[in-house]
């Protein structure tokens, strides 16, 4: 597989009137090839989801670079899709409609929605739009819904939509799942792993949860810090292996019950993240 991603050297610090500079990342390098899904594992704060912004273009760094396809990091474009941890659907207009409504606004902006072009351009769209809702498991009813008519999980299938059809190279997903109920977030996990071993998308996944991410991820990164007051660094990179999963694909119940131990024995989570070295092999 070919680099897709590159982080060289990466520190970002926040500067404040009046406050002292606030360093969050310090020296992260990370490089991540095209096909790979890669979970992003870390303590509150740790500058996962700035880590994210970094790539997606819309995070400054205040000292090294970030490299998209061997280029200098662009500005945020269609290569890089992204799905928060809110739900970003715009509450007037339908499930259709909001799916529809980037590569709409990309390819003809406002003044162009009114032209014979548009309208072909536009039945496309959403019969695309309608294979997407399909992937994300929604049936064609669902279509004309608004979204406050919709479930939390049915929300962020949408949104993940949303983000597919701009046909990314990059699926960027922050905490994604967090605010769904554990039944709907198994549901969606399950779905997520099917959408990318069928578009090949590279993805990376920021969450709070270790088996989320063990069972998504063919590769898990923790970000974290040695001491309380030092900034964040990458203190963990490993491969993910089959064996480490059960038949269903997800985290073996021993393998769980063993790092669960370390976590409730070490009370400073960098140390068990330096521990969780063995959970990876």
Not at 140 to 155: R, Y
Not at 233 to 250: C, K
Not at 252 to 266: G, M, Q, S, V, Y
Not at 270 to 278: I, N, Q, S, Y
């Amino acid at each position: 597989m070919s680099e897709l991603i590159r982080l060289e050297d990466i520190s970002i610090v926040y500067r404040t009137p009046g406050h002292p500079p606030r360093q969050v990342l310090d020296e992260v390098n990370l490089s991540i090839d095209a096909g790979e899904f890669v979970a992003v594992c870390g303590q509150t704060g740790c500058g996962k989801s700035t880590m994210l912004r970094l790539i997606l273009g819309a995070e400054h760094a205040s000292r090294g670079r970030v490299l998209i396809d061997g280029q200098v990091l662009p500005r945020p474009d269609r290569s890089r899709g992204y799905v928060p941890q809110k739900y970003s659907l715009f509450p007037h207009k339908t499930v259709l409609d909001n799916i529809t409504f980037g590569p709409e606004m990309e390819q003809f902006g406002m003044a162009g929605r009114l032209t014979p072009r548009f309208f072909r351009r536009r039945r496309e769209l959403r019969e695309q739009a309608f294979d997407y809702l399909r992937q994300m498991g929604l049936c064609e009813a669902d279509a004309n819904k608004f979204p406050d008519q919709l479930s939390g999980g049915m929300q962020q299938r949408v949104a993940i939509a949303q983000a597919l059809i701009m046909r990314p190279k990059i699926l960027l997903m922050d905490e994604a799942f967090s605010a769904l109920d554990p039944v709907t977030r198994t549901e969606m996990q399950a779905l997520l792993r099917g959408v990318w071993a069928e578009t090949g998308t590279t993805i990376l996944f920021v969450t709070h949860n270790i088996p989320e991410a063990i069972y998504l991820g063919t590769r898990v990164v923790l970000l974290g810090r040695q001491s309380p007051e030092a900034s964040s660094r990458i203190v963990l990179d490993f491969e993910v292996l089959d064996s480490v999963r059960g038949v269903s694909g997800y985290p073996r119940r021993e393998e769980l019950d063993r790092l669960t131990k370390l976590i409730e024995d070490t009370a400073l989570g960098g140390r068990v993240e330096l521990e969780m070295a063995e959970f990876g092999r």
